[in-house]
């Protein structure tokens, strides 16, 4: 089973929520191959319906006490660019895409992003741009 683990951490990132979550982008992670979504949507106000059928599982809940297992299962990690998330993640040997939300204010994620990246960690992108 091919899993896709979305975090924003304990911050509200409905945008990255409503995107990854979107008819069209689950068209396109299941095209990828695929078969279960785990998002994990903090404070969030946008709260997908979870699912399951035979080919495909979303699961969708706030907070657990630790994210070890959903980074585990992951075959591919989205997350916001919270320092705690992205190294978590990397510790874990895990692929990881960042997402930066420019709703923040003195956005430093942006920073962090762009540092991991060029060291060769991982991909990072907006909401409403390309992957870098």
Do not use: W
């Not at 992951?74 to 978590?88: M, N, P, Q, R, T």
């Amino acid at each position: 089973m091919k899993c896709l683990f979305v975090t924003v951490g304990t911050t509200s990132f409905d945008d990255l929520i409503a995107c990854v979550s979107a008819h069209d982008s689950l068209q396109i992670i299941k095209s990828l191959g695929y078969n279960r979504l785990i998002l994990q949507i903090g404070r969030g106000t946008v709260v997908p319906e979870p699912f399951s059928t035979e080919s495909f599982t979303l699961d969708v809940y706030r907070y657990k006490e630790s994210l070890k297992e959903d980074l585990q299962k992951a075959d591919l990690v989205i997350s916001h660019a919270g320092a705690g998330s992205c190294l978590e993640t990397l510790e874990k040997g895990k692929p990881l895409v960042v997402v930066i939300n420019e709703k923040l204010m003195n956005n430093h994620q942006l920073e962090l992003a762009r540092q991991l990246h060029k060291e060769g960690h991982l991909f990072y992108c907006t909401c409403s741009s390309s992957l870098t």
